[in-house]
C-alpha cells in the first residue's frame, strides 16, 4: 500500500515549482464524439492542481490521446473545460509560446510505450520538475510514468493523492467490502477477483465477465460475448462469495427476449441483466458498508439495453451511510451523461484502480 509522504506531495511543496519549468502527466484521453468532449470529468479533476501551479515559469502537460489520435483536435475543448489559454507542442524541439502548453499525444513518440530510457530523457529535458496527476496511467511501464520520476524531482497532484487516499481506505476495510464488477473483459480483473475471494465479504459479476463465468461453470450463454482462453482458469474457481446473474434480456435475430438462465438459446446473446437478479443483488448491497463498482452490466452504447445498469447505478446512488467508489472510463462516462457523477467517490482509473487494489502498488512508486 502506497503512503504518500508530505515531501512527495504537491500542495505541500508549492515553494519547489515556483520559477520553474514543470512537466505534468496528465490524462486527457476522453472519449470525442462530433466536436465535443464526454467524459468531462477527466479534465476537469486536474483543475486543483492547475490552479496551484500558477507560480510556476512554464508548464508543459504530457498527455495520450489512445495510441495514434492527435491531441491537437480536442485542445479548443481542454481550453474551455479549464478556462485557460494553452500553447500546442507538436514535438519535443517545438519552443513553448503560453504559460500552458500541451505536448503532441506523448504516444505518438517512439520509446514512450517501449519505456525508453533516451526518449525519457529528451522529455525531462523540457523541464526541471515532474508533477504526476495522471492515476489513469500509474500502472503502464511508460516512460512518462516509470522513467521520468526516476530523472526529476516529483510531486503527486491533488486528485493523485485524492484517489490514493481513497482506495486506500478500501484496502483497510476489504472485509467490509464488496465488489461490483462489469464490463467485458474478466481476465484484467482476475487478480482482484482472487485477492477479493479471500478478503472481501462478496463479489457481484455481471456483463461480459459474467457470460465468461457462467460459460466456465457449463452454463449455455449462446453467442454472448466471451474470453474463450481464460475458461480453464475460471474453472477452477469455487465460492459462495460470487454473485453472476440469473435472468436477462437477449437479442435473437433483431428481437429482443426475457430469458432466466438454463431457458439461454445458441442463437442468443445477451446484451443486458435481468430485473429478477438486480433485486438480488440489492438486498445484498444494502448490507455492507464499502462498495466498489467499476463496469458497465449491459450494453449501454444501445440504449435498449443500458437499463440493468441505469438501475444499478441508481440503486447506489440512493444508498445511504455507505462507501462507494466507483471507477473505469465506460462507468463514469455513463454516470457523467445520467448526471449521477456527484453522488459517488470517483477514481478516474478503471485498469489503474483495479490493478492497484489487487496489488497494492503502482509503477509510479517502484525503485
Not at 116 to 128: C, Q, R, T, V
Not at 289 to 295: D, E, L, W
Not at 329 to 340: Q, R, V, Y
Amino acid at each position: 500500500m502506497i503512503e504518500l509522504k508530505k515531501e512527495k506531495l504537491l500542495r505541500f511543496n508549492q515553494d519547489k515549482i515556483k520559477n520553474k519549468d514543470v512537466l505534468v502527466r496528465v490524462d486527457f484521453n476522453v472519449d470525442f464524439v462530433k466536436g465535443k468532449i464526454l467524459n468531462k470529468y477527466r479534465i476537469l479533476s486536474f483543475k486543483e492542481t492547475l490552479n496551484f501551479l500558477k507560480p510556476a515559469k512554464r508548464v508543459i502537460l504530457i498527455s495520450h490521446f489512445g495510441d495514434s489520435g492527435s491531441l491537437k483536435k480536442i485542445l479548443p475543448s481542454i481550453e474551455k473545460l479549464l478556462k485557460i489559454k494553452i500553447g500546442f507542442l507538436k514535438d519535443l524541439n517545438s519552443k513553448p509560446k503560453e504559460k500552458f502548453n500541451l505536448l503532441e499525444n506523448v504516444r505518438l513518440f517512439k520509446g514512450e510505450k517501449e519505456c525508453g530510457l533516451n526518449f525519457a530523457k529528451k522529455l525531462s529535458s523540457l523541464g526541471e520538475v515532474f508533477v504526476f496527476e495522471a492515476f489513469s496511467v500509474a500502472h503502464r511501464k511508460h516512460s512518462s510514468v516509470y522513467l521520468l520520476p526516476k530523472i526529476l524531482s516529483t510531486y503527486y497532484g491533488f486528485n493523485f493523492e485524492k484517489e490514493i487516499t481513497l482506495l486506500n481506505k478500501v484496502l483497510k476495510n476489504l472485509n467490509s467490502s464488496v465488489l461490483v464488477l462489469g464490463g467485458a473483459k474478466i481476465s484484467t480483473k482476475l487478480p482482484l477477483i482472487k485477492k477479493f475471494l479471500n478478503k472481501a465479504s462478496l463479489i457481484i459479476l455481471g456483463g461480459g465477465l459474467a457470460n465468461t463465468f457462467l460459460k466456465a461453470k457449463g452454463f449455455e450463454v449462446g453467442q454472448s460475448l466471451i474470453e474463450e482462453d481464460i475458461l480453464g482458469e475460471i474453472k477452477k474457481i469455487y465460492s459462495s462469495k460470487i454473485l453472476v446473474p440469473f435472468d436477462f434480456y437477449v437479442l435473437n435475430k433483431n428481437k429482443i427476449f426475457h430469458r432466466f438462465l438454463g431457458e439461454i438459446e445458441k442463437e442468443d446473446k445477451i446484451y443486458d441483466v435481468g430485473e429478477e437478479s438486480l433485486e438480488v443483488f440489492f438486498d445484498e448491497l444494502k448490507k455492507v458498508k464499502n462498495i466498489v463498482f467499476s463496469g458497465p452490466f449491459g450494453f449501454v452504447e444501445d440504449q435498449r439495453f443500458e437499463k440493468g445498469t441505469f438501475g444499478l447505478i441508481k440503486f447506489l446512488s440512493q444508498l445511504k451511510n455507505k462507501f462507494i467508489l466507483v471507477g473505469g472510463g465506460d462507468t463514469l462516462a455513463f454516470l457523467e451523461k445520467k448526471k449521477l457523477l456527484k453522488k459517488f467517490k470517483i477514481s478516474t482509473g478503471g485498469g489503474a484502480m483495479l490493478y492497484y487494489l489487487a496489488k497494492e502498488k503502482l509503477w509510479t512508486e517502484e525503485k
